[in-house]
């Protein structure tokens, strides 16, 4: 199952006016044919090794882990700008990962002076069903810095249905 990941959007007002978009697409005569109908040896010995079924491949975890992993990345990027506080990263962290960021708030986060931080991209590589990493970039200024982290789910979160979502958890972090 191929994962397609966004740009994850701007909380802040731009500071210089964008130029505007080209809102119309180039209207082809004729459609072409792709040159690639069929399954490279690659991708077939990769169809075999996770053969498609009712739902997603084992090891793929479920939405709220992406969902959850950005969310907590943008807040610990606005705690780190001291845009928010520290407590309210509390039930996000790990105690490891919540006094790296308390560490990092106090001696001053990579780039601050170039400006705030804005989350670039985020990338969730699944490891199992509790289990996932994260990482993604951010940009200060004209800058792009990387930030990493590896989530698991709550110990009482993985009794419970696997529909009822869970409470995911940063147990690892590395903001660089």
Known sequence: MRTYVTDAP??????????????????????????????TPRHAAAADRHP??????PGVPDLGCRRFGEMALRMVLEALDRRRHLSTLRPL????????V??????????R?????????VHVR???QDRAEVFGSYVR??????????????PAAR????????????TSLQVG
């Not at 498609?52 to 491949?57: I, K, S």
């Not at 962290?93 to 790296?100: A, E, I, N, Q, Y």
């Not at 002076?113 to 991209?121: I, K, N, S, V």
């Not at 004209?142 to 698991?152: P, S």
């Open 10 to 39: 701007s909380p802040e007002p731009p500071t210089e006016p964008t130029p505007p978009r080209h809102t119309h697409r180039l209207a082809l005569r004729t459609p072409r044919p792709l040159p690639h109908r069929t399954l």
């Open 102 to 111: 308390t560490a990092v708030v106090r001696a001053g986060a990579p780039g």
């Open 141 to 154: 200024g004209g800058r792009t810095f990387a930030i990493a982290g590896r989530l698991e789910r709550a």
């Open 52 to 57: 498609a079924g009712d739902g997603e491949a």
């Open 126 to 128: 699944p490891l199992d």
């Open 113 to 121: 002076g170039l400006g705030t931080a804005h989350l670039r991209r």
């Open 93 to 100: 962290l790990g105690s490891t990962p919540f006094d790296l």
């Open 159 to 170: 009794r419970r249905s696997a529909d009822a979502g869970g409470a995911w958890r940063f």
